[in-house]
């Protein structure tokens, strides 16, 4: 494949021939989008009309696929088809080929070429589904052109005639290229032609029209694929590459050549047409299933009756909302437009029933309904409610109101949301399908709250403020009591719905990344929530929110450690002070852990104890209850007092390739033994791939790297000019600060970087070349980005003071950015 540049030099050697006026068009400015694909597709026509020449009696050339359409893209494949009668001499009809083939060849351009009779064609189509859909938009070029329309004729009879056959087999094929290549409207790298939602799909939609069978709604459809075409256009033009993926380096230039904005909006401009082009492909294939089954029951049906067509079975669902041939359509006497709740009532209904809204009751709802006053009725609230509590039906029920507008009619504030890209690893979705699945994770824990409306409406709204500039939860807590108060909410709930809303991050953050033995941690989420019923919805909304990110930021052991703060938070607002702080440095260790704190002091080096963890899933959560579920592998180390401790023992793990996954260092003291303290880790590690190595070893590696005879330094070097990165994903620089308040016994410095190997290890260097002692420390990573927080004090055990812990911040991001 030749490049632009290449096509360019083509055509200064060639200056009045098909390659300069290609590059021409392609360049010039005047023509773009749906003209500009014509544009080249007759042009290109022309070259091959004379290509062709006279060329022999009862031969065509035929353009196929999306050549036959006449969407060419600048980097396209030329589908041809040379058709033949079997008339013609054979190496006549060879020689004809070759003069057309090879001068495409030698353009450099790419080219799907085939020589067959009209039988031979239809066989091949009716062997390959994929051959079979190219020739349904098969135009003719040159030659004979009785011999083109006829091909055309059988093909389409053909089709139509296998439809019941054929149109099986398209679906489940589309099926398994959604399987692969995920859908297009989620992705931040999609495939504009493969994934679900993309041009394959538009083009499916075309065949099953065409089969007669069932037809696709239509408004929109054009649009849609009209701009994924354009920016598919684009990319290839700013790529010089005939690439469908549109990858993140390349998006920035690629919405500059489509006069966009930026990267965001091209994306979201992307998102929506391929939720088009997905709801259209819902709708269809949900059709085709219907009729299929009608003509495979209504024979018999009507045989039992005399001849007469069998009546559709309608049965009600609720006012004004009947189910009907699988689907949720209107009732006969339902009239939206004195009906205001109607929308929500049917949407409520078809989601508890498992069903999908039909498209023409959904439509007719859109065009005819009232608005709802402000605030709400009772009614439309309670609606809503049980619409978001239906759990996973929700989904398919919110896609179809908000294809027809309905639901930014509901809730205008959705509109700066909708099909918005978050551009985090950790996240699955776009910003309003993530909430709308915070509400499908949420309707799971509704009997763990007093007030699961509050629970199910604050999931749906917990991540609003993403639209506007700013801290996202500051900007969702006004819009949150905006909205609370519209759908008519009292002033009491929209208190606890902004609250949730403003905090919804406050329970994860401070459980993974400060010290839960400080009352000061405690006191501070108290503060915030306010009330015992407050906190519950809080927990249940955390849970929620993390379990519809993804599935990297929720496990058994963030769950734990949220709990724990839960229960100390509730104890200090039902009235108990939380423990003394003191007890963080002499809370009594286990029995495990004082016997390896022991024999630390006796051998006078490191202990180890390496063990695989699991624990029983509660009831509620995902799984069996009872089953056990594997948290990794927990690794105790015992070690004396000492200069080194942290970057010794994490540049160790690092060596053995054992990847962090949380981590809490403390200090023991035992006064009956003697003067000396020991430190004891607890980590939570995973091999990143083999066996996990002996503790034998580890602790043979922890001995040498303490004394300093193992230079983990040295090692890790290696590794890191290795370490793995994310294609078209530049990490954002390290970022290391000091949470002011965040304690009164020590200073809280907290770093977010990402995760490599060594990270830890380096960290701890730079905090001991910084002089200060490490009293806690509480580690977590979710995906690629590592989050920790470091309780560290001066040589005498106070807290830093400001400027000299500033300056231990700035040296330890200065390490990490090395």
């Not at 839960?516 to 915030?528: G, H, I, K, M």
Request: proline share 6%; glycine share 8%; charged share 25%.
């Amino acid at each position: 494949m030749t490049s632009v540049n290449d096509v360019r030099t083509e055509a200064a050697d060639e200056p009045s021939g098909y390659a300069a006026a290609r590059l021409r068009l392609l360049q010039g400015e005047a023509q773009s989008g749906p003209p500009r694909r014509s544009a080249l597709a007759e042009l290109t026509d022309d070259w091959l009309t004379e290509l062709f020449g006279a060329g022999a009696p009862g031969v065509s050339l035929i353009a196929v696929g999306g050549y036959g359409r006449g969407e060419l893209s600048p980097r396209s494949d030329l589908d041809l088809l040379l058709l033949h009668d079997g008339s013609a001499d054979a190496g006549e009809v060879a020689a004809l080929a070759d003069r057309i083939w090879y001068p495409v060849w030698d353009l450099g351009l790419a080219l799907d070429h085939s020589v067959r009779t009209p039988v031979e064609a239809r066989k091949t189509a009716g062997d390959d589904l994929k051959v079979q859909l190219g020739l349904l938009d098969a135009r003719h070029i040159a030659g004979d052109l009785g011999l083109t329309a006829g091909l055309r004729t059988a093909v389409l009879a053909d089709w139509r005639n296998q439809a019941p056959k054929r149109l099986p087999e398209l679906h489940e094929l589309c099926e398994e290229r959604a399987e692969r290549q995920g859908e297009l409207q989620f992705l931040l790298e999609p495939d504009l032609k493969e994934a679900r939602g993309g041009l394959r799909d538009a083009t499916a939609l075309r065949a099953v029209a065409a089969s007669w069978l069932a037809d696709a709604p239509r408004e929109g459809l054009a649009d849609a694929r009209r701009r994924l075409l354009d920016v598919r256009d684009a990319l290839h033009l700013t790529t010089g590459r005939a690439t469908d993926r549109l990858a993140l380096q390349e998006q920035d230039q690629v919405a500059a050549e489509l006069g966009l904005l930026d990267a965001d909006t091209l994306l979201r401009q992307v998102y929506e047409a391929a939720r088009t082009v997905s709801y259209a492909s819902d709708v269809t294939w949900r059709e085709v299933g219907r009729v299929l089954k009608s003509r495979a029951v209504r024979p018999r049906l009507r045989a039992m009756l005399g001849g007469r067509p069998a009546p559709a079975e309608r049965s009600p669902l609720a006012e004004g909302v009947v189910e009907m041939d699988g689907e949720v359509v209107l009732a006969r006497a339902a009239r939206p437009e004195r009906d205001p709740v109607l929308p929500l009532r049917a949407a409520a209904a078809a989601a508890q029933a498992g069903l999908p809204l039909s498209l023409h009751a959904v439509r007719r709802m859109a065009s005819a309904a009232r608005p709802l006053p402000t605030p709400w009725p009772a009614e439309a609230r309670e609606q809503l409610v049980t619409l978001l509590g239906a759990g996973r039906p929700t989904v398919e029920v919110w896609e179809a109101l908000e294809a027809e507008g309905l639901i930014t009619r509901l809730l205008p504030d959705w509109e700066r949301v909708r099909c918005r890209p978050q551009r985090n690893a950790v996240h699955t979705w776009t910003v309003d399908r993530h909430l709308v699945e915070t509400a499908v994770q949420a309707a799971e824990l509704t009997r763990r709250v007093g007030r699961p409306d509050l629970l199910l409406v604050a999931a749906l709204l917990h991540d609003i403020g993403k639209g506007w500039p700013g801290d996202h939860s500051v900007a969702g807590e006004i819009i949150a009591r905006d909205v609370a108060a519209r759908i008519g909410f009292d002033r009491a709930d929209v208190t606890v719905l902004a609250c949730l809303v403003r905090h919804h991050l406050l329970l994860i953050e401070t459980a993974t990344r400060r010290d839960l033995e400080d009352p000061a941690t405690v006191r501070a989420v108290a503060d915030a929530v306010g009330s015992v019923g407050t906190l519950e919805l809080l927990h249940a909304l955390t849970e929620a929110d993390a379990l519809a990110t993804g599935p990297a930021a929720w496990s058994t052991w963030r769950g734990s450690l949220v709990a724990d703060l839960v229960k100390r938070v509730a104890a200090v607002l039902a009235g108990d002070e939380p423990v003394d702080a003191v007890a963080s440095v002499t809370a009594e260790p286990t029995a495990e852990q004082e016997r390896l704190a022991l024999e630390a002091l006796r051998t006078g080096g490191p202990v180890l104890a390496l063990r695989a963890q699991t624990e029983a899933v509660p009831d509620g959560s995902a799984g069996e209850a009872g089953d056990p579920e594997p948290l990794g592998v927990e690794l105790l180390i015992a070690v004396p007092d000492q200069p080194g401790v942290l970057p010794a023992v994490a540049g160790v793990l690092a060596v053995h390739r054992l990847a962090v996954r949380a981590a809490e260092l403390r200090a023991l003291t035992f006064p009956e033994a003697g003067e000396g303290a020991v430190l004891l880790l607890d980590w939570r590690v995973a091999a990143e791939y083999g066996s996990l190595p002996q503790a034998a070893r580890l602790r043979a590696d922890l001995v040498r790297a303490l004394d300093g005879s193992l230079d983990i330094t040295a090692r890790l070097a290696e590794r890191d000019a290795a370490y793995p990165r994310r294609r078209g994903v530049v990490a954002p620089p390290p970022r290391v600060t000091v949470a002011s308040a965040a304690s009164r016994l020590a200073t809280v410095i907290e770093v977010r970087a990402q995760d490599a190997p060594g990270l830890l290890h380096r960290i701890g260097r730079a905090l001991e070349a910084a002089d200060v002692r490490v009293r806690s420390a509480h580690v977590s990573t979710l995906g690629a980005n590592a989050v920790d927080a470091f309780y560290v004090t001066g040589p005498e055990g106070a807290p830093l003071p400001s400027a000299e812990a500033v300056s231990v911040a700035r040296a330890v991001e200065g390490a990490l950015q090395v």
